[in-house]
């Protein structure tokens, strides 16, 4: 048998390969590493900036409300309207803080700005629980409290940056906690002023800051804001590494990328955020990208001539090719799986008998991998449902479901009397009566709907149903389910009772969001717990008229 590499080599790849490869690689070189260096540095300086504008900003902000913290209205607490008064004067004058408060130290609110929140609350917030030990600054966050109170003409989520102080009287005494939250709308002012100029040239520059804590992108585009971005640039500069890398990104581009790290301004510590500064690679080696394609079409032309007879001496080996290609069209609209044998030439022969044993190979991993789905989808105790079966079950039925006509009904239910099993006759006996509570559930389960197990003696059984049948079904359901586990289980030799203790909400049309209908069917859960277990609690809000 011939080999195709020595039948073909002194025909054309000494002369293709030779002159287009080695002058590209020659002349392109060198302007490829001086231009990636030039730009690269100019985006780690870039960065660098950003970073220390950052850090700026925040010492600034910080050392305002130590400032305030200071002054006589607050150190002495005994007049909330001239402490109002101070805040409402503090804000005026810094409009980036978007809420100024001081509390008690029980944690109310006893002046806010424009009276926001007084009388409220704080004691469990982190700006509240950390601010009252000293000093405290909390990474970006969305604030629960404010956000429905705060004017928000964007629409988008509000996000704040927290400040908490600890104020003391002049007998050192602590009387309260100066709180702030301050906007992180400041932070794209900053990213618009620092890249206007690289904008109006359209150089495409991107900026992201990114937190310290799981890599969480604060500012960015692209839908990067508020996932987790591993690359690693960012690992390199929480090292202290303030650089430049050509690296592939999330969306599978590469971008050369300059980096820096937040380490703090004078005695503000920093909240460790890292900056990234990014350029598509097409953009900044866009010189380079003209060079090589002037050299790309010299070759081109010197080589027009042996390419003509690379194409004479593949014909010979292209007939095997075809029959190899159509082979594989085959097996891809779903014929069975053979691949054609041939014999002349040493390397068709072996690609053959590879491609067999990867199409083997493939198989058998197809196989495995659908095992593998199917389990992953599964709890391993009870063989229900998991979370991960609940995302894809949603997904699907929420996308075919008309809102005005169904409903889904969520049945958030907790095992009474689990515990005391668990406890007294041992964790297997436990997980053998989880186990057959969840077959009674699955049992009891309606077409189109799901039971998932949420997490130990926590189950969640979704119903679809008509929208004036919904409140119907779902109170039979509850009676089913109540019925079913309320009925005795033997499990070694033991005869054990259980209740149920049931909460139900509805997803509309006009529902927010899923996580709130499961969060309102927990808290009708605990509704049925304090009037006594093993009952249903229907949220009256949300109950579909029929």
Not at 363 to 379: I, P, Q, S
Not at 478 to 494: E, W
């Amino acid at each position: 048998m011939i080999k195709i590499r020595t039948f073909l080599a002194l025909i054309f790849v000494s002369f293709v390969v030779l002159l287009s490869a080695s002058l590209g690689s020659l002349m392109s070189s060198r302007s490829t590493k001086a231009i990636e260096k030039e730009i690269g540095v100019s985006l780690a300086g870039t960065a660098y900036q950003m970073s220390d504008k950052l850090d700026n900003f925040m010492w600034s902000r910080s050392g305002e409300i130590k400032l305030l913290s200071e002054l006589g209205p607050l150190k002495r607490a005994d007049d909330p309207a001239k402490i109002q008064n101070l805040l409402n004067q503090t804000k005026a004058g810094f409009p980036s803080f978007s809420w100024i408060g001081f509390t008690n130290m029980r944690g109310d609110v006893i002046a806010g700005t424009d009276g926001i929140l007084v009388g409220k609350n704080i004691a469990e917030r982190p700006v509240f629980k950390e601010g009252v030990q000293g000093n405290f600054v909390g990474d970006v966050h969305e604030a629960l409290l404010l956000a429905k109170l705060l004017p928000n003409p964007s629409g988008e989520p509000l996000q704040f940056v927290d400040f908490g102080v600890a104020v003391e009287n002049d007998n050192g005494q602590k009387v309260g906690v100066l709180a702030a939250h301050l906007s992180w709308e400041w932070a794209k002012e900053v990213e618009r002023t620092l890249l206007q100029p690289q904008i109006d040239h359209n150089q495409n520059f991107e900026l992201f800051i990114v937190s310290r804590k799981d890599n969480t992108v604060l500012l960015g585009r692209g839908g990067f804001a508020g996932k987790k971005l591993d690359l690693g640039s960012i690992a390199s500069a929480q090292s202290g590494e303030n650089s430049w890398k050509l690296e592939t990104w999330p969306d599978g581009k590469r971008y050369l990328t300059g980096y820096a790290y937040g380490d703090g301004y004078m005695d503000y510590p920093g909240l460790g955020w890292t900056v990234l500064v990014r350029q598509p690679e097409s953009v900044a080696f866009a010189p380079v990208k003209d060079i090589q394609k002037d050299i790309v079409w010299a070759g081109l032309l010197a080589s027009i001539v042996f390419a003509v007879i690379g194409l004479l001496s593949a014909q010979l080996i292209s007939h095997p090719i075809r029959k190899l290609t159509a082979a594989a069209d085959r097996i891809r609209r779903g014929a069975a799986p053979e691949i054609p044998q041939h014999r002349v030439f040493k390397d068709i022969s072996s690609l053959t008998r590879s491609l067999g044993s990867l199409l083997d190979s493939l198989l058998r991993t197809e196989n495995a991998l659908g095992d593998m789905r199917t389990a992953a989808h599964c709890d391993q105790l009870t063989g229900l449902p998991n979370r991960l079966a609940l995302e894809q079950y949603l997904e699907q039925t929420i996308e075919g479901m008309d809102p005005c006509l169904e409903t889904l009904s969520f049945m958030y239910l907790d095992l009474d009397g689990f515990k005391k099993v668990n406890d007294t006759l041992g964790h297997h006996v436990g997980d053998v009566l989880l186990q057959k509570a969840a077959r009674r559930l699955q049992s009891v389960t309606r077409p189109g709907g799901i039971t998932v197990r949420l997490g130990g003696d926590e189950f969640l059984l979704i119903a679809r149903s008509p929208l004036n049948r919904a409140l119907t079904d779902a109170q039979s359901l509850a009676a089913d389910v109540l019925k079913q586990l309320n009925s005795p289980f033997v499990v070694g030799m033991n005869q054990l009772s259980l209740g149920c203790s049931i909460g139900v909400a509805f997803y509309s049309e006009h529902s927010s969001s899923i996580t709130e209908v499961i969060q309102t069917a927990d808290e009708c859960l605990y509704l049925s717990k304090q009037a006594g277990k093993n009952r249903v609690t229907f949220h009256k809000h949300d109950k579909p008229a029929g």
